[in-house]
């Protein structure tokens, strides 16, 4: 294996919340309408530090699209996925931007969310989502 070579960013950052990488800037958010199973979701229009495994195609809230999933580079969590192809019109602005799933990450502010011991989101604070 290489030498793993992990970019440091400026500003106000999403990071991992296993291990505090850095994945993203608050500037790059371009919805913060997203839902995952875990909840709330973030699309980005870049990320950092992450790799992305294999493409599969997923029948999503909004229809059919190709995505991958994004692990970070640092311990290797999955952290969200990619959107390589959207085979709707209306879906097409989502191709080649990154999903960051909030329960797998913290924001700037250091805030978390988490979920019970049911699976349901209980808890967590955005102060940006104000």
């Not at 199973?37 to 059919?64: C, P, Q, W």
């Not at 700037?108 to 988490?114: A, I, M």
Request: charged share 25%; net charge positive.
């Amino acid at each position: 294996m290489g030498r793993l070579f992990v970019v440091n960013l400026e500003g106000k950052i999403y990071s991992c919340k296993h291990c505090k990488t850095h994945l993203a800037l608050h500037e790059d958010i371009v919805s913060k309408s997203f839902h995952c199973r875990h909840g709330k979701a973030y699309l980005f229009s870049k990320v950092a530090n992450v790799s992305i495994g294999e493409t599969e195609d997923r029948l999503m809230m909004t229809g059919k699209h190709t995505v991958a999933d994004i692990f970070c580079v640092s311990c290797g969590s999955i952290v969200g996925w990619r959107y390589e192809t959207a085979h709707e019109k209306s879906q097409k602005y989502k191709e080649g931007k990154s999903v960051l799933e909030r329960f797998k990450i913290s924001g700037p502010d250091g805030s978390n969310y988490w979920l019970s011991s049911h699976g349901s989101h209980i808890a967590g604070s955005d102060a940006d989502d104000a």
